[in-house]
């Protein structure tokens, strides 16, 4: 367990962190050079085996212990109307987690991964940020480093997403805050607003930028405008990163968590990979201010890790290409 005195010396673990194994990716682009199929006829495949490689430190990696976390949280500022669902659900689906009713929870299985869902405070909701910060430094601190103690060491690839009814608003804020443009720019329907809701929601991102906006680096906007489950994403994907192990992000929230760490420190998400573009607004967006491009783009807008769950199986998939195939000399194939 790791307890961070202060944000500073979470600010400091961000500036300190490993970097890729350039020999371990170099010699993973040696080996697929030699496998048994034209060059490049794995596209992105081949792309993401070496990215892996460099990251684990091991030219021929395979993938067999992915963990999910699904980080849950509820806002002050759901109780201004900005969702289509009542924040009761938080905590409702979060035992519909626990009980294996969820889609996270088929597509966990169907990943082989290992499915942790960790709940925040969820009695006591962040404050409303259209009135002052969403937390304080303390509360703040808690759920980074409830995100940072979520990750499992053995862990060989990790996956973080959310649940947090009303948690659109303070990404839409977060992404405004911190890539510039309108509330309209990054304000979308989360789980169904009409165009009525979607007018006040745009307002209520409106002031919440007002208030805070150019106060301070990604971790200060992230406590002013984020939330718990927001805070231990970028915790837990600060975590990954000191363990060498490489990440998928999932949708739209989870995006903007990331990109309050990349604002703080620029290489700060080398290690991630978009697992799919959100359908919600302003996803596009954020993940191409972040150089991101997503493996998937199926218009899903759920959240709870489903997009990245899926990604696990493309990520696996292509290290299972790259360490699994013949060379030409193995197999005794001509090359070209
Ligand atoms: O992941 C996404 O891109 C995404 C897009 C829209 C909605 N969600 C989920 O829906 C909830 C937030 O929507 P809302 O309307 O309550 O702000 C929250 O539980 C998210 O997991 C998630
Ligand atoms: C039912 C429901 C399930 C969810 N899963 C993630 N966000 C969600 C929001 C709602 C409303």
């Known amino acids: 367990m790791v307890e961070f005195s202060d944000l500073d010396a979470f600010r400091a673990a961000l500036a300190d962190m490993p970097d890729v194994d350039a020999a371990a990716r170099d010699g993973a682009a040696d080996r697929n050079s030699q496998l048994t199929k034209p060059p490049g ?138 890539l510039g443009g309108d509330a309209a720019d990054w304000t979308g329907r989360g789980t169904g607003v009409d165009d009525t809701g979607l007018a006040h929601k745009t307002r209520v991102v409106d002031e919440g930028l007002a208030l805070h906006k150019g106060k301070g680096d990604g971790i200060e906007t992230l406590r002013r405008l984020g939330g718990r489950e927001l805070a231990a994403m970028a915790g837990a994907i600060a975590r990954a990163r000191s363990l060498r192990i490489p990440v998928i992000l999932d949708g739209f929230i989870c995006t903007a968590a990331a990109a309050c760490l990349a604002h703080t420190h620029i290489s700060a998400l080398d290690h991630c990979l978009a697992g799919h573009l959100s359908s919600e607004g302003g996803h596009d967006r954020l993940l191409a201010a972040l150089n991101k491009s997503p493996l998937l783009s199926l218009g899903l807008r759920l959240g709870e890790a489903s997009g990245g769950a899926l990604a696990i199986q493309i990520v696996k998939a292509a290290l299972e290409c790259h360490s699994g195939m013949a060379t030409f000399a193995e197999a005794g194939v001509s090359g070209s």
């Not at 085996?49 to 067999?64: D, F, H, L, T, V």
């Not at 849950?72 to 109780?79: I, P, R, S, Y």
């Not at 626990?98 to 925040?120: K, P, T």
């Not at 995100?147 to 839409?172: C, K, S, Y």
């Open 41 to 178: 006829a794995l596209g992105r495949l081949e792309d993401i085996a070496q990215w892996y490689a460099g990251w684990r430190g091991n030219s021929q990696p395979r993938i067999s212990a992915p963990q999910i976390i699904v980080f849950a949280g509820n806002h002050g500022v759901a109780a201004q109307g900005v969702s289509a669902f009542p924040p009761e659900v938080t905590a409702q689906m979060v035992m519909n987690f626990e009980h294996g009713g969820a889609a996270i929870n088929q597509l966990a299985r169907a990943a082989g991964a290992q499915l942790d869902v960790h709940a925040l405070e969820l009695d006591r909701p962040t404050d409303d940020f259209t009135k002052g910060p969403a937390m304080s430094a303390e509360d703040m601190l808690a759920a980074l480093s409830t995100g940072w103690n979520a990750v499992r060491t053995n862990a060989d690839l990790l996956v973080v997403g959310e649940m947090g009814i009303g948690n659109t608003t303070p990404a839409a804020a977060l992404a405004a805050a911190l």
